[in-house]
């Protein structure tokens, strides 16, 4: 399948010009003229990547880009901006928001069709690897982040979101774009005593305390080349945090009853379900750290804000439990499905992960059923939180996935029964990510 490519330039003999090139390199461009078009275009289709001018006649690419970013019912994808001399500033505040990259006039056009192979190359291999974050607009504009903030690994990362949203899940994601074969070590924060937390995280010397009997590598030395994880920040005692913060700038450390610095390398990825903003004015934690920790934020929003993800997360859930006991395959039924998207998900991944285990044990069949996965009554459908487009996309995953299994997934049936093509129906399924079990 062709890479779609949403083109937003205002000059005819530009935007003539690489809708051309675009097309002659295997691309299917749809070529907007003004903001106000690409907005619209971008409602009603996914695309693979947007190349935009900064400077439009109606509304100025950065500010289009911000409108997007900033609506969860658009899927916003990786951006390349074409800018002339004098906007190259406002591009650079682009890539801190989470723009692709930027080329900048006179256009070389090799080197956009480079950058747009590249940035098709990453998706597809995300995609084929399982390595989706979610299905809904919020979730995928995280993860069409992370390729390149991977190719940055000397800047910290801080990841924001309620607990059990999956911050962890997003760490080890930008882990696996930029050094895989290097270690990932979690710590929590808020899960070490105050008294052996220094020694958890620099090591120590035998002999340094009692109970000390031989030499120990703490974290920072055992991520060597690869991801430091450093959970639940907020938690983290004031008196360490200043250790912390000379850790990160120095790149050294020194083991706990030892005198020796030891070099150190690693990328740092925090999290954080507090808000360290009002820890930082209350005097909780450290506001040189916090700065020095904050230089790229990402924000994982809870579930109840991504239905779209709901029955995606729990079906791999199935699936991860079939993986292990092939013995025990099961399916949710028509009730399980209503009362995981009426529920609010308060727990978020993390309450739908366990609800979903218990009920792929307990349930006395091969249906899993609300019950199921709420023995103490199912919940009411609560009153909407969220956008129609969000609702509606949820649901025409679940009404697809229903219509496969009536017809025993064959696709010829369900696509006549849906009164689609079978094309339309395999696309669908494709975006949606939907498989056979």
Excluded at 190 to 218: M, Q, S, V
Excluded at 318 to 325: A, C, D, P
Excluded at 359 to 367: N, T
Aim: charged fraction near 30%; hydrophobic fraction near 40%; include cysteine.
């Amino acid at each position: 399948m062709q890479p779609e490519i949403c083109l937003i330039e205002d000059d005819p003999i530009m935007g003539e010009s690489i809708k051309e090139r675009l097309t002659l390199e295997g691309f299917s461009v749809d070529w907007c003229e003004t903001g106000e078009a690409a907005l619209a275009q971008l409602q009603k289709r996914d695309y693979n990547a947007v190349v935009s001018d900064i400077r439009l006649p109606d509304i100025a690419g950065d500010e289009l880009f911000r409108q997007v970013i900033a609506n969860p019912e658009i899927h916003m994808p990786p951006t390349i901006f074409i800018t002339g001399y004098g906007t190259v500033e406002a591009a650079v505040e682009l890539l801190k928001l989470g723009a692709a990259d930027y080329l900048t006039k006179p256009l070389d056009p090799k080197a956009l069709v480079e950058k747009l192979h590249d940035l098709c190359r990453e998706q597809e291999r995300a995609v084929e690897e399982g390595e989706r974050l979610g299905l809904s607009p919020a979730m995928q504009r995280l993860a069409a982040k992370l390729p390149a903030i991977a190719r940055h690994p000397e800047t910290p990362v801080l990841i924001t979101g309620e607990s059990g949203s999956g911050k962890e899940v997003v760490a080890k994601r930008l882990h696996a774009f930029g050094a895989a074969d290097l270690p990932f070590i979690p710590v929590n924060c808020a899960a070490i005593p105050e008294n052996l937390i220094e020694a958890e995280l620099f090591g120590h010397e035998k002999g340094a305390f009692t109970g000390a009997e031989r030499d120990r590598r703490g974290v920072f030395e055992q991520a060597e080349g690869g991801v430091l994880f450093l959970d639940e920040i907020g938690d983290m005692p004031l008196p360490m945090q200043s250790k912390l913060l000379r850790a990160i700038q120095e790149r050294t450390i020194t083991r706990v009853g030892g005198d020796k610095l030891i070099d150190v390398h690693f990328r740092l990825i925090c999290a954080t379900h507090r808000n360290l903003t009002k820890l930082v004015r209350n005097g909780c934690f450290r506001e040189d750290l916090y700065y020095r920790i904050n230089v790229i934020q990402l924000m994982v929003p809870p579930l109840r804000e991504r239905p779209e993800d709901i029955l995606w997360l729990a079906e791999r859930f199935i699936s991860q439990h079939v993986e292990r006991f092939p013995e025990e395959r099961k399916r949710f039924g028509a009730s399980a499905r209503d009362a995981l998207l009426a529920y609010k998900w308060p727990g978020n991944v993390r309450e739908l992960k366990h609800a979903v285990e218990r009920a792929c044990i307990m349930a006395p069949g091969s249906s899993i059923e609300a019950v199921d996965l709420f023995p103490d009554g199912s919940p009411e459908r609560q009153e909407s939180q969220v956008s129609l487009g969000a609702a509606c996309k949820a649901n025409e995953r679940d009404y697809i996935v229903r219509a496969l299994e009536a017809h025993e997934w064959r696709m010829a049936e369900t696509a006549s029964t849906l009164n689609i093509s079978r094309k339309t129906l395999w696309q669908k399924m494709k975006k949606l990510d939907i498989h056979k079990p």
